[in-house]
């Protein structure tokens, strides 16, 4: 009887020990587990290529463009005013319409104009006819001065009318020459070529000299000019590269998307604006296809440089990163490792890498969300360099950035 509790304690020390071995082994298999998955799924992730697009680093020239916000205005902007007073008869134009210099816009009643000359012409043949009878006179006292039958006053006097009335021919033939023209201001002609405006007055209207509003206004689409501004820190590039010789200029929509017309810089502002710190210019545009209009709004672009032979690669080979900017290059064993770059000019799709690359290095300009170093690849080169567009996002942030008195090429450096 004395024995049965011993037993039971015995028992019941072996069952403990177990369950602590138990729980020993449990705990040290659950910690080793996580350690091999995580060990097989990097070794697995290493050996599964990803996929990208790879561009071959090289050399190229770079254009340099400057952005800004503009303006589109005519060269020329005529309004038509009447130079005379009276009843408007006839109107030959519509609204609107395209016009040629010297083209008959409208006619004022002419018939006192006509009467006015008509009156001028007889005035001037009256005293003709007075002149021919005086010069008459004049050779007769001539002769029977020299016979010592007039006086020498009598000959003066009738010389001194002779001069009279030659004055007031000349007087007469100035009163017909403004006849005529003011006969002429009647009939209102195109002044240079250009496109119609409303009209403010209709036929049967009176029109005065003195009006201050006009008849119409005729705008000079073909060329055009667009004023703009950029930023004072691009004066001295500007104005070299307009020293040089022509800087193209493209107007792009307002939202930079489309490529309304191509021009070249015409005019620099003689002084940089104190209030906004930016340059006045303006440039040309034959605009052919009427495409840009007085008074629409434009996004610039001009080219007011180029690089010549340096490491250009696309912009989205470029990443960010805490250190800086970088680039993953693909090593000829496939493997792809982050090398820190240095990025001196960037613009449209491209950008000049001055540091961290070399011609010949592949780079990574798709599909890096997925790379980490040493990530195996599959590559899909590149076909070539995206050329200049008009790229929303780009001319857009760009323009703005002119628009607030900075840089509008940007230029970028690493973040050390």
């Known amino acids: 009887m004395t024995r049965r509790p011993k037993l039971s304690l015995t028992l019941f020390g072996m069952f403990a020990t177990a369950a602590v071995g138990y729980g020993a082994w449990y705990e040290l298999v659950g910690s080793v587990k996580p350690v091999a998955a995580a060990a097989q799924g990097a070794s697995n992730q290493a050996a599964v290529k990803i996929p990208v697009t790879s561009f071959e680093v090289k050399k190229a020239d770079f254009p340099v463009h400057t952005y800004g916000l503009g303006v589109v205005?005519?060269?020329?902007?005529?309004t038509i005013k009447s130079r005379v007073d009276g009843q408007i008869t006839k109107v030959f134009f519509k609204q609107g319409q395209m016009v040629k210099e010297g083209d008959p816009l409208l006619e004022i009643d002419q018939r006192p104009f006509t009467a006015a000359l008509e009156q001028a012409v007889a005035k001037k043949a009256q005293d003709e006819a007075n002149l021919r009878n005086d010069q008459l006179?004049?050779?007769?006292?001539?002769?029977?001065?020299?016979?010592?039958?007039?006086?020498?006053?009598?000959?003066?006097?009738?010389?001194?009318?002779?001069d009279q009335v030659t004055a007031q021919l000349k007087g007469d033939q100035a009163a017909i020459d403004n006849a005529q023209t003011n006969l002429?201001?009647?009939?209102?002609?195109?002044?240079?070529?250009?496109?119609?405006?409303?009209r403010f007055v209709d036929p049967g209207n009176i029109v005065h000299a003195a009006d201050t509003n006009g008849i119409v206004t005729i705008a000079q689409l073909q060329p055009i000019a667009v004023q703009f501004t950029e930023p004072e820190d691009q004066l001295l590039a500007i104005d070299k590269a307009f020293q040089t010789g022509d800087v193209p200029v493209e107007a792009l929509s307002s939202d930079g998307t489309r490529t309304l017309s191509q021009g070249r810089l015409a005019i620099m502002d003689n002084s940089v604006n104190q209030a906004t710190g930016t340059i006045g210019l303006k440039a040309r545009f034959d605009n052919k296809d009427n495409a840009l209009w007085p008074g629409l709004?434009?996004?610039?672009?001009?080219l007011v440089d180029t690089l010549k032979q340096v490491i250009v690669v696309p912009q989205d080979g470029v990443q960010h990163g805490p250190a800086g900017l970088f680039a993953?290059?693909?090593?000829?064993?496939?493997?792809?490792?982050?090398?820190?770059?240095?990025?001196?000019?960037?613009?449209?799709?491209?950008?000049?890498?001055?540091?961290?690359l070399n011609v010949g290095d592949r780079i990574v300009v798709a599909g890096q969300s997925r790379l980490f170093d040493g990530a195996l690849v599959d590559e899909k080169p590149l076909v070539a360099l995206a050329a200049p567009t008009a790229d929303a996002g780009t001319a857009t942030a760009q323009a703005n950035s002119a628009k607030n008195g900075t840089t509008s090429e940007t230029k970028t450096g690493s973040a050390d």
């Open 328 to 356: 993953y290059v693909i090593g000829d064993n496939g493997k792809v490792s982050a090398r820190p770059i240095k990025v001196s000019q960037s613009g449209d799709a491209n950008a000049v890498v001055s540091e961290g």
């Open 73 to 78: 205005s005519p060269f020329k902007t005529v």
């Open 297 to 302: 709004s434009v996004t610039t672009r001009m």
């Open 184 to 198: 002429g201001y009647t009939s209102i002609k195109a002044p240079i070529s250009g496109r119609m405006g409303f």
């Open 137 to 162: 006179n004049l050779q007769r006292f001539q002769t029977l001065a020299k016979q010592q039958f007039e006086t020498q006053q009598n000959l003066d006097t009738q010389q001194a009318l002779v």
